[in-house]
């Protein structure tokens, strides 16, 4: 199993990020999948899940309206597009494979809102 991030990196306050999760090793478009971050000196939290063929989707509070999830399971990538980021939306963005419980990782990607 593998699971590979990217598209993260510095954006000013209000602006965008596409992240993406790249898949391989196991059956993508079978398995429930979630977005998750950690800020310094925080636990990690949930942001987003998404269900094996997209007909469920559930985002954090903290994220509503600005975050969406997505999946192409013919190219076994998972994406998450921020809109309207905000400095506390600075963390290392994780992707994983389930989410109640997650079976496995990526490695992150950071993400840093700044000015």
């Known amino acids: 199993v593998q699971l590979v991030e990217s598209g993260g990196g510095l954006v000013q306050p209000g602006g965008s990020l596409r992240l993406s999760c790249a898949a391989s090793g196991f059956p993508f478009g079978s398995h429930n999948m979630g977005w998750h971050r950690q800020a310094p000196g925080k636990q990690r939290e949930l942001v987003a899940t998404?269900?094996?063929?997209?007909?469920?989707?559930n985002y954090a509070n903290f994220v509503k309206g600005r975050f969406t999830i997505s999946r192409d399971n013919a190219r076994n990538t998972l994406y998450l597009q921020m809109n309207n980021l905000k400095p506390e939306d600075t963390a290392v963005y994780y992707c994983?494979?389930?989410?109640?419980?997650?079976?496995?990782w990526g490695q992150g990607t950071q993400v840093t809102v700044s000015s």
């Open positions: 998404i269900s094996s063929a997209s007909l469920s989707k």
């Open positions: 994983s494979r389930g989410y109640s419980p997650v079976t496995s």
